[in-house]
Each structure stands twice: as C-alpha cells, then as structure tokens.
C-alpha cells in the first residue's frame, strides 16, 4: 500500500508537511489505460483518511492525502489535509483534466491552513492553468502552494508554468509530481520545491529517489 511507502519515507528524518503526487493512493490510470476510479470512492471517514490520521498522529506530521472523494451522490478528486488533531482542511479539485470523467468538479476556492506559522494553500495538476484568474486572491495570501500532480508532458510545460506562479505571486511551491512506476509516459517525476524567485531548491533525484526535503517561511 502506498500509505506504508510513506510511512517508510517518513523513517529517514523527521518533517513537518507531506506531499505525496495526485491519485498516489489508488493510481492515476491503470496500465490498460482505465481512467475510471470510480471504484475508489470513499468519504472523508472512510479508511484511507482513518489510516492518513494514523500516520500523521505517530509521525507528528501535516499529510496531504490523495482521496477520490465520494460525498452527496458525487465523486471528487480530492486532497485532504491531515494533522495529528484531524482534518485541517478538505479541496475538491475545481478543473478535472479530460480523462477525469468520473470526477465532479470543484466548486470553493482552494483553502488556506496553517503549518506552523506558515500559510499553505493546494491546487492539483490541471488546476495550474487556471490558478491566475480563479486562485490570484488565495495566492496572495499565501507562503506556499503544494501542487500535487500526475503530470502528462511532451514539452516540459509544468516547470514553466511553477516557475510562474512562484514570481508571479511570490510564493513557494511545493510539486509533488507522479513517477514512473507500472505505467510510464513523458512528464512523470522532477518532484520538486521552488523559491519565491521560481528557482528549485530542493528536487527528487531521477536515480531512484522518493524523497525531496525543503524548508520553506514566511515572506
């Protein structure tokens, strides 16, 4: 199960918030190019996030947890924000890329919670290509963005497009990108965290790397 991958990760040294990519919990597609994960479906007190509260409470950590959330008859694509004391803060992904059939699209801006005295706020994947014109007032406020993602790319456009929204809005981001695994195609990898001046601080080594470490504050 990916949760004990991240439990294994979290073994080499302690840290404050965790980022793990978009649908890493049940799989973006499957190798047979089923988008449909709908079959994941759960709420928010279903088993993944009882086992994401698990983790968080025995690690001291902030987990944002991938969900493919089921609520009132509709199915998200979700990240939970998990802490020791519960759910910080719940965000339905408000652009579903087009294979998403399955998922419902968002309707609140993206959330704004706390880490320590930092301010955080979460986009994923698709979501980016908006985030100027639907996000500008929660960047603003923000210290840092996680963006989680299962990134499709021939032309390496997701860099540019962090690098962006980091000098656009002076804020930190912090990517949590899909990698190669049992199904592979351009653009998986280069997890990564990004200054406010959208220069990479922190990156997961292509040569079998899970793990990338940043510290990020206040402006």
């Given at each position: 199960?990916?949760?004990?991958?991240?439990?294994?990760?979290?073994?080499?040294?302690?840290?404050?918030?965790?980022?793990?990519?978009?649908?890493?919990?049940?799989?973006?597609?499957?190798?047979?190019?089923?988008?449909?994960?709908?079959?994941?479906?759960?709420?928010?007190?279903?088993?993944?996030?009882?086992?994401?509260?698990?983790?968080?409470?025995?690690?001291?950590?902030?987990?944002?947890?991938?969900?493919?959330?089921?609520?009132?008859?509709?199915?998200?694509?979700?990240?939970?924000?998990?802490?020791?004391?519960?759910?910080?803060?719940?965000?339905?992904?408000?652009?579903?890329?087009?294979?998403?059939?399955?998922?419902?699209?968002?309707?609140?801006?993206?959330?704004?919670?706390?880490?320590?005295?930092?301010?955080?706020?979460?986009?994923?994947?698709?979501?980016?290509?908006?985030?100027?014109?639907?996000?500008?007032?929660?960047?603003?406020?923000?210290?840092?963005?996680?963006?989680?993602?299962?990134?499709?790319?021939?032309?390496?456009?997701?860099?540019?497009?962090?690098?962006?929204?980091?000098?656009?809005?002076?804020?930190?981001v912090a990517n949590a990108n899909w990698g190669p695994g049992v199904v592979e195609v351009p653009g998986q990898g280069g997890s990564?965290?990004?200054?406010?001046?959208?220069?990479?601080?922190?990156?997961?080594?292509?040569?079998?790397?899970?793990?990338?470490?940043?510290?990020?504050?206040?402006?």
């Amino acid at each position: 199960m990916a949760l004990a991958e991240v439990d294994r990760l979290l073994a080499s040294g302690p840290t404050d918030l965790v980022i793990v990519p978009e649908m890493a919990f049940s799989g973006y597609v499957s190798p047979h190019g089923d988008f449909d994960l709908s079959r994941f479906g759960e709420p928010l007190d279903g088993p993944t996030i009882h086992s994401a509260r698990d983790l968080a409470h025995r690690h001291g950590i902030t987990l944002v947890t991938p969900l493919v959330l089921e609520e009132r008859g509709h199915l998200y694509n979700a990240a939970v924000v998990v802490s020791p004391e519960g759910v910080l803060a719940t965000y339905r992904k408000r652009h579903p890329w087009f294979p998403e059939a399955w998922a419902t699209p968002g309707q609140a801006v993206p959330p704004l919670f706390h880490v320590g005295d930092v301010v955080v706020t979460i986009a994923i994947c698709f979501d980016g290509h908006f985030l100027p014109d639907d996000g500008a007032a929660v960047l603003a406020e923000a210290d840092l963005l996680v963006f989680t993602s299962a990134w499709v790319d021939e032309e390496e456009s997701r860099m540019p497009m962090l690098r962006s929204l980091a000098r656009g809005f002076e804020i930190a981001v912090a990517n949590a990108n899909w990698g190669p695994g049992v199904v592979e195609v351009p653009g998986q990898g280069g997890s990564c965290v990004l200054d406010r001046r959208g220069e990479v601080v922190a990156r997961v080594s292509p040569y079998g790397g899970r793990r990338a470490d940043a510290v990020v504050g206040r402006r």
